[in-house]
């Protein structure tokens, strides 16, 4: 399975930006689909997730403000997100849970970078 994040870019603070993971290969079936961020100099942390069933979860720092979702067809995930602060800058990137050849397995996309400024 490969990965592909892209909607990056560089913001004012205040303003939006859409990201978008498409995948391609053959899953059986996905677990979970996430986004996950990294500053610089500072760990991977994850952002949201959303399930194969559809439920999310938000790391409390972007709640009220980004939405994940997915595109159940394929294996594309979005990333909305609002009222982005410096705080937001980062590099993001993608990550499957999925079932493949009988396996449980992790993807990752290649990361898209987001710079927010003040």
């Known amino acids: 399975v490969q990965l592909q994040a892209f909607g990056g870019g560089l913001v004012q603070a205040g303003g939006s930006l859409r990201l978008s993971c498409a995948g391609s290969?053959?899953?059986?079936?996905?677990?979970?689909i996430s986004w996950y961020r990294q500053a610089p100099g500072r760990q991977r942390d994850l952002v949201a997730t959303?399930?194969?069933?559809?439920?999310?979860t938000y790391a409390d720092s972007v709640k009220g403000r980004f939405t994940i979702s997915r595109d159940n067809a394929k294996i594309t995930v979005y990333l909305q997100m609002n009222s982005l602060t410096p705080a937001d800058t980062a590099v993001y990137y993608c990550?499957?849970?999925?079932?493949?050849?009988?396996?449980?397995?992790?993807?990752w996309g290649q990361g898209t970078e987001v710079t927010v400024s003040s």
């Open positions: 990550n499957v849970d999925a079932l493949l050849s009988g396996r449980r397995q992790i993807f």
């Open positions: 959303i399930s194969g069933g559809g439920t999310t």
């Open positions: 290969g053959s899953i059986s079936s996905i677990y979970y």
